[in-house]
């Protein structure tokens, strides 16, 4: 139990969208807890918004949030450092600037994309970052004409490792893009995946729905073949290859790197084993949240911020009881929702276990989307 001379200490790795919902869920439940984020920076990057880079709509400055002030509202303790392996079944955290001892850990730190496929330094993956969408707009900035491939892969032994719904994003928004400039004309764009089903993860309405737009938007498709390898100017694959002047992939998503240095349990993807509750099996008062943990559910959960928010309710509250020693089993939703936005109109998609939904493209989910973006980054700043 917590006292005003022992607090309890719990320590929450990763300042992503999966360790800042846990913090703010713990010091709901206690007040009085010592929280510390060990993470290489104090601020948040909003990744959801890098989509609006390459066409102006947003900057680098509008999607890096500096965390002082919500450490400062919350209490939390900040080490600036990267995780590099725990020790005493999770008590101790091993760091880049020295050990960090807990009472309770969170594991928050995102997931890895899976860099095997031979070629790979000759594409862009849009979600490592703010840098690489950065590079996609002075890119297209440069390109006069040509060939633009955007695609994605998964994971095969983790159906749900995949982040697909920006590559979608990226496409549509491109080629929108390079209407408004008058130039799309003189470009070639091509959408490739493995899968003769992209995106079925959102629903099979939602695949269809995705296709036609595609076709009604001009854009050629290559599906249904195994990705072999890239070159600088082409995509090859099991089908067939085509050229391809500036090319954006999404790989599937694996663990971190420092997972390989601990003994946490693995999911067959390399993912943190995870039960219902988000307990990590076989250690005591350890939680993982979001992209870093492979949870029970249907293959289509998504890796995204609203899952990870949902996720956190639920590991908050069943740590907090861990530390109190009583019994909890609380659990979470399963939900995907996400708008699929082409610069100034988007797709609405939800779905659930029970229903699937989607919403013809309007302006109104654009703005539904950036409203959303306000809301979510008010409580950080």
């Known amino acids: ?22 913090i703010r869920e713990l010091r709901r439940r206690d007040p009085a807890a010592q929280i510390t984020l060990v993470a290489p ?15 102006g709509l947003r900057r680098r400055e509008d999607l890096i949030v500096p965390l002082d002030g919500f450490l400062q509202r919350q209490r939390v303790r900040f080490v600036p450092a990267e995780v590099t392996g ?58 006069t004409g040509g060939t633009i491939a955007v695609g994605f892969a998964g994971n095969p032994n983790e159906p749900s490792a995949v982040r697909g719904g920006p590559m979608f994003e990226f ?55 195994k990705l072999v390898r890239f070159e600088a100017d082409q995509v090859v694959t099991e089908g067939g290859s085509f050229a391809a002047d500036l090319i954006l992939f999404m790989p599937g998503m694996t663990g971190n790197t420092w997972f390989d240095a601990t003994t946490l349990p693995r999911s067959p993807g390399g993912l943190v084993q995870a039960d219902a509750h ?43 009881a861990d530390l109190d020693g009583r019994p909890s089993s609380e659990t979470f939703r399963v939900e995907l929702i996400c708008i699929v936005d082409a610069i100034d109109h988007g797709t609405l998609v939800w779905r659930t276990p029970q229903r699937n939904v989607l919403l013809p493209s309007t302006r109104l989910f654009h703005w539904a989307k950036r409203g959303f973006e306000w809301n979510y980054l008010r409580q950080y700043r």
Request: aromatic share 6%; proline share 6%.
């Open 86 to 143: 725990l020790a005493d079944n999770g008590r101790t955290v091993q760091t880049s600037t020295g050990d960090v001892v807990n009472d309770g850990l969170v594991l928050a730190t995102g997931g890895r994309f899976i860099k095997k496929l031979p070629g790979i330094e000759h594409a862009i993956t849009p979600c490592e970052g703010i840098s690489a969408a950065e590079r996609i707009r002075d890119r297209l900035r440069e390109m």
């Open 171 to 225: 496409l549509f928004g491109i080629d929108e893009q390079l209407k408004r400039e008058g130039r799309r004309q003189h470009f070639d764009l091509v959408f490739f995946n493995p899968s003769s089903e992209p995106g079925n993860r959102l629903g099979m309405k939602t695949v269809k729905h995705l296709l036609r737009e595609m076709e009604r938007r001009g854009i050629r498709t290559h599906l249904g073949h």
């Open 1 to 22: 139990m917590t006292t005003a001379q022992n607090p309890r200490h719990i320590v929450v790795l990763g300042a992503g969208f999966a360790g800042l919902s846990t």
């Open 278 to 320: 988000c307990r990590v099996p076989g250690f005591e008062r350890v939680v993982v949240v979001g992209d870093s943990g492979s949870f029970p559910g249907p293959d289509w959960m998504p890796k995204q911020a609203h899952m990870a928010d949902l996720q956190a309710k639920a590991a908050a509250a069943n740590l907090i």
């Open 41 to 55: 920076r104090p601020e948040l990057h909003y990744l959801p918004g890098i989509i609006w880079i390459p066409s």
